[in-house]
């Protein structure tokens, strides 16, 4: 909970007047961290919707005051609630949870490019620079190369120029088959984070948090100029 928590914080601060939608899914009241925190930013925002839902509430859980209705967050929930499609959704919790989410917002018409996640528990291990069986060896960018700064990614040995096809660094390895882990894509939850060995670069959006010291997000980051990535 706490990355969407504290866009929470964010929204709550500035009384944002946006329609901001508070979907929650757990077992019950005991297994609920922060809904009285949760509970008091929401009353800050003049056009909020909360819906809590417990799978298996106790006996003390108080419908209408802790929780909203009794079941899973899936998608007759979703559809019951009538989410205005055209929002943009941050989702966080488990990989399997995320993943059945997105793809039922997805099947509701949200488009994927608004559907942001952000893994909570183990993910898959990160191996920058280490290349899977089944992933062919990092290459140069299928298309007109670009023109821009040149990015190297050390551990992969390619050197790729930054073109206007690429939005930011992410893209581009991707583009190169260069291994990269992931998850929001908008500079949120810092899986992307990489050791910038040289040059610098500016952010587009701007993250949340800013990387540590000598390090990049890549899926917000264009290179200043010719870079390297430890990737
Ligand atoms: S993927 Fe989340 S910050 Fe880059």
């Given at each position: 909970?706490?990355?969407v928590l504290a866009m929470l914080h964010a929204l709550a601060d500035e009384a944002s007047p946006r329609d901001v939608w508070w979907l929650y899914g757990t077992?019950?009241?005991?297994?609920?961290?922060?809904?009285?925190?949760?509970?008091?930013?929401?009353?800050?925002?003049?056009?909020?919707?909360?819906?809590?839902?417990?799978?298996?509430?106790?006996?003390?859980?108080?419908?209408?005051?802790?929780?909203?209705?009794?079941?899973?967050?899936?998608?007759?929930?979703?559809?019951?609630?009538?989410?205005?499609?055209?929002?943009?959704?941050?989702i966080c919790g488990p990989s399997a949870f995320m993943n059945d989410l997105a793809a039922e917002l997805a099947a509701l018409g949200v488009a994927r490019d608004?559907?942001?996640?952000?893994?909570?528990?183990?993910?898959?291990?990160?191996?920058?620079?280490?290349?899977?069986?089944?992933?062919?060896?990092?290459?140069?960018?299928?298309?007109?190369?670009?023109?821009?700064?040149?990015?190297?990614?050390?551990?992969?040995?390619?050197?790729?120029?930054?073109?206007?096809a690429f939005r930011n660094l992410l893209e581009l390895a991707e583009a190169c088959d260069v291994p990269v882990r992931w998850s929001c894509r908008t500079g949120?939850?810092?899986?992307?984070?990489?050791?910038?060995?040289?040059?610098?670069?500016?952010?587009?959006?701007?993250?949340?948090?800013?990387?540590?010291?000598?390090?990049?997000?890549?899926?917000?980051?264009?290179?200043?100029?010719?870079?390297?990535?430890?990737?």
């Amino acid at each position: 909970m706490t990355p969407v928590l504290a866009m929470l914080h964010a929204l709550a601060d500035e009384a944002s007047p946006r329609d901001v939608w508070w979907l929650y899914g757990t077992r019950n009241g005991r297994e609920h961290p922060f809904a009285e925190e949760a509970r008091r930013l929401l009353a800050a925002l003049p056009h909020r919707h909360s819906h809590i839902r417990y799978s298996a509430p106790d006996a003390e859980d108080r419908r209408t005051i802790d929780f909203d209705a009794s079941g899973r967050l899936d998608m007759r929930a979703l559809q019951a609630l009538n989410l205005p499609r055209d929002g943009d959704f941050y989702i966080c919790g488990p990989s399997a949870f995320m993943n059945d989410l997105a793809a039922e917002l997805a099947a509701l018409g949200v488009a994927r490019d608004r559907i942001h996640t952000e893994l909570f528990g183990a993910g898959p291990s990160i191996t920058p620079g280490v290349v899977a069986p089944t992933r062919p060896p990092p290459h140069l960018p299928a298309g007109v190369p670009g023109t821009g700064a040149l990015v190297s990614f050390a551990r992969s040995g390619l050197s790729a120029h930054f073109g206007p096809a690429f939005r930011n660094l992410l893209e581009l390895a991707e583009a190169c088959d260069v291994p990269v882990r992931w998850s929001c894509r908008t500079g949120v939850c810092h899986t992307c984070e990489t050791a910038l060995v040289a040059g610098s670069v500016r952010y587009e959006p701007d993250p949340i948090d800013a990387a540590a010291d000598g390090n990049v997000l890549i899926c917000c980051a264009r290179p200043e100029g010719d870079i390297v990535i430890d990737l």
